[in-house]
């Protein structure tokens, strides 16, 4: 198991990750962004207000993160936010990663704009282990939704799902049930089963 405690600090610990966001032809554009700052529930960054990822945050806010140590990752997908008292914030970040003084001397650092993730969804994904391990942690309000894959009434149980599963996570009982905290995700009972009972959540 893992907290969300634990996901946000190794983000932080790690720094640089990889940002999505959209571009106005509808584009996905990625780059490296330094997580500068985390509290118990989200992770914040700053960007120049010069730079198109700027006009992307303001435009389309939606944002995927991803962060990767040691075979663990992090993928932080929501809503960003610009921050009000930007002066404070950003004082506040270049206190915290002083490296930044380096980058942007003096009061240029005033052209960096703060922003947070406000309502998303925080997933974590351990292939370190067998069977491997996913957490979901809901950052804001944001209810997190199912997805996978899922066992109907339908299962005859004949057991072709438990043989064929990579990481053996699927439960005998009527019907036969996958462990969710430990599912690839990648289908494999899903294409093999022969009545069609199990489910794919979007």
């Known amino acids: 198991m893992v907290t969300k405690k634990e996901c946000l600090k190794q983000v932080r610990e790690v720094i640089d990750g990889v940002l999505s966001t959209v571009d106005k032809k509808g584009n996905s554009q990625s780059r490296i962004i330094d997580i500068m700052h985390i509290d118990e529930d989200t992770v914040y960054f700053l960007t120049a207000r010069g730079k198109n990822v700027y006009e992307q945050l303001i435009t389309h806010p939606q944002v995927s993160y991803v962060s990767f140590k040691n075979n663990k990752s992090i993928r932080i997908t929501g809503i960003a936010k610009k921050l009000e008292n930007q002066k404070k914030w950003i004082d506040l970040m270049f206190e915290e990663n002083s490296y930044m003084n380096n980058v942007y001397p003096g009061k240029t650092r005033y052209i960096l704009e703060p922003f947070k993730i406000i309502s998303g969804e925080i997933e974590f994904f351990d292939l370190t282990q067998k069977p491997i391990l996913r ?63 199990i489910e794919k959540i979007e």
């Open 135 to 197: 957490e979901s942690f809901s950052i804001g309000n944001y209810e997190i939704k199912l997805k996978g894959y899922f066992i109907s009434e339908q299962c005859i149980e004949c057991g072709l799902c438990v043989k064929n599963c990579p990481q053996k996570v699927i439960i005998e009982g009527t019907p036969f049930k996958i462990s969710q905290e430990h599912c690839l995700h990648c289908g494999i009972c899903y294409e093999n089963c022969p009545v069609n009972a």
